[in-house]
């Protein structure tokens, strides 16, 4: 686990006491590659040993994607389950073995900003690429898309939208808030009508639920027939600090600024603060992101106030004062 700032809360503790399954992916060059040569040999190292990837396939552009992310080791872990599993049904048909016909819609479960969106879209690509979707296309709903306004306006809306996702994935996001109106509120007939499409659309759409840990647990218990249709459940937990602080530097350094040491402190602080004031809710990256966005705006504010008849000069333009990183 990585160094944190402060003092662990409740949460931190008790994840840090699960065992966790971790997966390292090393990029190991063939010697009879010249640079930039073809194909490189990708392996892994486990707790239990090593093993070695296939040396050819579309592995390691997912595995480039999958490095850019912060943590969320657990899931990169489960991608490649998936990416292993497609890959050896393909063997077994050119091999003339029975392949079995494989389910993959899935539940996200965490909070904003853990990176659920990013991992959904990077699969939707992975499937076109394996041969499992047609198309790969991504798209991303919520309540109000899915929801109509009178009795049929739900199911209708809701077999347009598992149309346009064909050859596809359709990420229905706060999925657990399609089940918040009770028994006479449409959201009902939305998740009817969904549980009805992944039957009548077997193989050509991938449905991916996605929410809160809790609320999406309730949630899975409103259709006896929804667990069942959902193999594959990932865990997106919280950035620690020091994660959240790698993926601001990486996000000030795409838009060519930079931070001041003591801007990392003050952003450390307050990132400390709204973890331990919204630690079930805590939104993680998309947090330090609006952080950042406003440390953006208050500096050209303050520039133009300090310069207002020249150039700052291109240090000042790029650098990012603690007293531009504020909440309020």
Same mark, same amino acid.
């Given at each position: 686990?990585?160094? #944190? ?15 966790? !399954? ?12 010249? *640079? ?55 063997? !077994?048909?050119? =091999? ?41 296309? *991504?798209?991303?709903?919520?309540? $109000? ?19 346009? =996702? ?20 449409? &959201? ?8 009805? $499409? ?26 006896? &027939?929804?667990?069942? #249709? ?27 600024? $930079? ?5 990392? *402190? ?15 809710? *805590?939104?993680?990256? #998309?947090?330090? !992101? ?11 504010? #303050? ?9 700052? &000069? ?15």
């Amino acid at each position: 686990m990585n160094a #944190r700032a402060g003092q662990p809360n409740v949460r931190e503790t008790a994840d840090a006491m699960r065992p966790s !399954r971790q997966i390292n992916i090393i990029l190991r060059k063939s010697d009879s590659d010249g *640079f930039g040569g073809a194909a490189s040999s990708i392996g892994t190292e486990t707790a239990s040993g090593g093993r070695t990837l296939p040396q050819h396939g579309p592995w390691a552009e997912w595995q480039r994607e999958l490095e850019k992310l912060t943590g969320l080791d657990n899931v990169k872990e489960l991608v490649y389950e998936i990416y292993a599993l497609l890959q050896v049904n393909q063997l !077994r048909q050119e =091999a003339g073995l029975q392949s079995l016909s494989h389910v993959y819609h899935m539940i996200f479960k965490g909070n904003p900003g853990t990176g659920k969106t990013t991992v959904a879209r990077l699969l939707a690509r992975m499937f076109q690429g394996m041969g499992l979707l047609s198309k790969g296309h *991504f798209i991303e709903v919520e309540r $109000a898309d899915l929801v109509g306004e009178y009795i049929g306006h739900t199911a209708q809306k809701t077999r347009d939208l598992v149309k346009k =996702a064909l050859g596809g994935v359709l990420f229905v996001d706060e999925a657990y808030s399609l089940a918040r109106g009770g028994e006479k509120d449409f &959201g009902k007939e939305a998740i009817d009508t969904l549980v009805k $499409a992944m039957e009548d659309y077997k193989n050509q759409f991938v449905l991916i639920l996605a929410g809160y840990t809790l609320e999406i647990d309730a949630f899975l218990l409103t259709n006896p &027939g929804l667990p069942s #249709r959902f193999p594959i459940q990932m865990e997106f937990p919280d950035y620690s600090v020091d994660q959240l602080i790698q993926i601001a530097e990486g996000m000030v350094k795409e838009r060519e600024y $930079a931070m001041l040491p003591q801007t990392l *402190f003050k952003l450390r602080e307050l990132i400390l603060q709204e973890k331990a004031e919204s630690m079930y809710h *805590f939104s993680n990256a #998309r947090f330090v !992101r609006n952080v950042l966005e406003r440390a953006i705006r208050n500096q050209a504010v #303050r520039l133009l106030s300090q310069y207002p008849a020249g150039s700052p &000069g291109r240090q000042e333009l790029m650098s990012l004062r603690p007293e531009d990183v504020r909440t309020n």
